[in-house]
């Protein structure tokens, strides 16, 4: 007999925190630990701007670039992920970006291991391609210190998840579930695997795109990589829950937008009752 299930299989943050109750002082702000382009967020943003000025006429819309870093240095295996009904100018744009990218990414300097890192592992990273907007205001991949979301806690704590009170001791991984990080467990346990999907046989990864702008507000939800619209949707609506960051990215003391990629994966398995 077939049976229909999901697998998720980005890592989760199986972590919880109790909320701040009155009086108690909010989370520190979390340093960003992962790796680091040499030259620093903005010079990141300006070879990313640059590889979207190739194109003429200019394209509108953004395209996701996801590459990998082997060992956390060494940048490989370069691809684009489309977005729901990609037009063809889009993806011509951005292959011609993608190998501007390609042929002058240099190698990164590697970040401290995550506890969740396997070792030896490499690790994603996702640029953003965004052809229409001008380059002061497009966002960061990353910033000094990450947006704080204290209130997440109180969210995945009332989920009553037991896989998730066993780490309520654990004060390090607390206080990174208060961050961005948070955010990607939150998706994780919010999302579900629609019937209708099912019936429609949608799998795939879905690419959940999103800003933490300067107030700490989340802007621009929007599918970079689809798996289906069943799935795309279904992703989508539980985007519009996350909570605002109480703190907001920092750059060099100055409050800074960032955007974030979460990876959603849907596997349609086969098996016997």
Do not use: C
């Amino acid at each position: 007999m077939k049976r229909l299930f999901p697998t998720f299989f980005a890592t989760l943050a199986l972590l919880v925190a109790a909320p701040i109750a009155h009086g108690q002082t909010a989370p520190a702000p979390v340093a960003y630990t992962g790796p680091r382009y040499p030259g620093g967020p903005d010079s990141l943003r300006a070879l990313v701007f640059r590889s979207t000025r190739l194109a003429t006429p200019a394209p509108t819309g953004r395209m996701l670039v996801q590459f990998e870093l082997q060992d956390g240095r060494t940048p490989r295996d370069f691809k684009l992920i489309d977005p729901p009904k990609a037009p063809k100018a889009l993806r011509k744009a951005s292959e011609t970006a993608l190998a501007y990218l390609q042929a002058r990414m240099p190698a990164w300097k590697p970040g401290t291991p995550d506890a969740d890192d396997q070792k030896g592992s490499t690790r994603k990273v996702h640029l953003v391609l965004d052809f229409a907007t001008p380059a002061a205001a497009q966002p960061y991949a990353y910033a000094e210190q990450l947006p704080t979301f204290p209130n997440l806690t109180a969210l995945l704590q009332a989920q009553r998840n037991p896989y998730l009170e066993r780490s309520l001791s654990n004060p390090k991984t607390l206080a990174r579930l208060a961050s961005a990080k948070g955010l990607t467990t939150f998706m994780q346990l919010q999302v579900k695997y629609p019937p209708a999907a099912m019936r429609a046989q949608e799998q795939g990864t879905v690419y959940l795109y999103f800003e933490v702008a300067e107030s700490g507000a989340i802007e621009q939800r929007q599918i970079l990589g689809t798996a289906g619209s069943v799935l795309d949707d279904e992703v989508l609506s539980t985007a519009a829950r996350l909570p605002a960051a109480t703190a907001p990215a920092v750059l060099q003391g100055r409050p800074a937008r960032v955007f974030q990629v979460i990876p959603i994966s849907y596997r349609l398995a086969t098996g016997r009752p």
